[in-house]
């Protein structure tokens, strides 16, 4: 079990933000990654589709029950961690740790009574699990949620530093920030690719919380020590590992690896290494 890889899974390639996240954190392990690239986008559909697929996606990576392929599930989505990651975490025979938690989490902890925004895909504000969550942690905060859809389809054109993009953001916005919420969730992968352009708009006061390395800290509380022996200085991100030469990442994708390869560097930094599978169920 010690050493398997962890499993993250994304309706796409948008969870490259998380990943980064836990190749930083935990140079020492190795990951597989499902992109649901012919099913993007999760965020518009409804939670009985993204339950379905979500769990099609993690009995995928867990292989047998018995004697699963992976030691932990992190759902890097934060549509499908919305709606699935409870009932993964009871269905599956490895720790589940979705990203709408341990974004919660932080959020709680950096503004227990105080107002915090929250703003996702339409399936994830439908859901509510931010705002209930929330409320568990932080009963005394204010907690206020917005749908900005359009956000997806606009980082993922390559538009994060574009007129449009930053006129969309205004518009979503704005009214948020007139609240002056002391902490931001951005509660979707493609979030974190137009940070810059969210600052601006909510204000210096307004702290904005990291989802992904939220994510990666609840993992590396979970995954003390590393398996595999580093170099120092060695590292990086997707890389192979020097000492082993066993790619850190193994890229499992439902549909066009080519397009994932060019949009996947966007989001990871650097293009992916490694091999790029296509998996259809
Ligand atoms: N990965 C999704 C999320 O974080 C965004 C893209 C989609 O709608 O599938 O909610």
Redesign the pocket.
């Given at each position: 079990m010690k050493n398997l890889p962890i499993g993250v899974f994304?309706?796409?390639i948008?969870?490259l933000t998380v990943l980064r996240g836990l190749l930083r954190a935990l140079p020492g392990e190795r990951f597989v990654y499902f992109g649901d690239t012919a099913r993007?986008?999760?965020?518009?559909k409804s939670s009985e589709t993204v339950l379905r697929y979500s769990r099609e996606i993690a009995a995928f990576l867990v292989g047998s029950v018995k004697k699963p392929k992976i030691k932990m599930l992190v759902i890097a989505?934060?549509?499908a961690s919305a709606v699935a990651a409870k009932i993964l975490a009871k269905e599956l025979p490895v720790p589940v740790i979705g990203v709408v938690e341990a974004g919660a989490q932080q959020a709680a902890k950096m503004a227990p009574a105080g107002t915090i925004a929250v703003i996702?895909?339409k399936a994830?504000i439908k859901s509510s699990v931010y705002v209930k969550y929330l409320k568990q942690l932080a009963p005394k905060a204010r907690v206020i949620a917005q749908a900005c859809p359009l956000f997806?389809p606009l980082v993922e054109e390559g538009w994060s530093d574009h007129p449009v993009t930053r006129q969309v953001a205004r518009i979503y916005l704005n009214f948020l920030a007139k609240r002056k919420p002391d902490v931001l969730i951005l509660g979707?992968?493609?979030y974190p690719m137009i940070q810059d352009t969210i600052e601006k708009i909510v204000g210096r006061q307004t702290v904005i919380v990291d989802s992904p390395s939220a994510v990666a800290d609840c993992v590396k509380k979970m995954v003390p020590g590393t398996i595999i022996k580093m170099v120092p200085g060695t590292i990086s991100l997707g890389a192979q590992t020097p000492s082993s030469a066993i790619p850190r990442v193994k890229f499992f994708i439902s549909d066009d690896p080519a397009r994932f390869k060019q949009t996947a560097t966007l989001f990871l930094g650097q293009p992916p290494v490694g091999a790029v599978k296509l998996t259809r169920f």
């Amino acid at each position: 079990m010690k050493n398997l890889p962890i499993g993250v899974f994304d309706s796409g390639i948008g969870g490259l933000t998380v990943l980064r996240g836990l190749l930083r954190a935990l140079p020492g392990e190795r990951f597989v990654y499902f992109g649901d690239t012919a099913r993007v986008p999760y965020g518009t559909k409804s939670s009985e589709t993204v339950l379905r697929y979500s769990r099609e996606i993690a009995a995928f990576l867990v292989g047998s029950v018995k004697k699963p392929k992976i030691k932990m599930l992190v759902i890097a989505c934060n549509t499908a961690s919305a709606v699935a990651a409870k009932i993964l975490a009871k269905e599956l025979p490895v720790p589940v740790i979705g990203v709408v938690e341990a974004g919660a989490q932080q959020a709680a902890k950096m503004a227990p009574a105080g107002t915090i925004a929250v703003i996702a895909t339409k399936a994830t504000i439908k859901s509510s699990v931010y705002v209930k969550y929330l409320k568990q942690l932080a009963p005394k905060a204010r907690v206020i949620a917005q749908a900005c859809p359009l956000f997806v389809p606009l980082v993922e054109e390559g538009w994060s530093d574009h007129p449009v993009t930053r006129q969309v953001a205004r518009i979503y916005l704005n009214f948020l920030a007139k609240r002056k919420p002391d902490v931001l969730i951005l509660g979707c992968t493609h979030y974190p690719m137009i940070q810059d352009t969210i600052e601006k708009i909510v204000g210096r006061q307004t702290v904005i919380v990291d989802s992904p390395s939220a994510v990666a800290d609840c993992v590396k509380k979970m995954v003390p020590g590393t398996i595999i022996k580093m170099v120092p200085g060695t590292i990086s991100l997707g890389a192979q590992t020097p000492s082993s030469a066993i790619p850190r990442v193994k890229f499992f994708i439902s549909d066009d690896p080519a397009r994932f390869k060019q949009t996947a560097t966007l989001f990871l930094g650097q293009p992916p290494v490694g091999a790029v599978k296509l998996t259809r169920f």
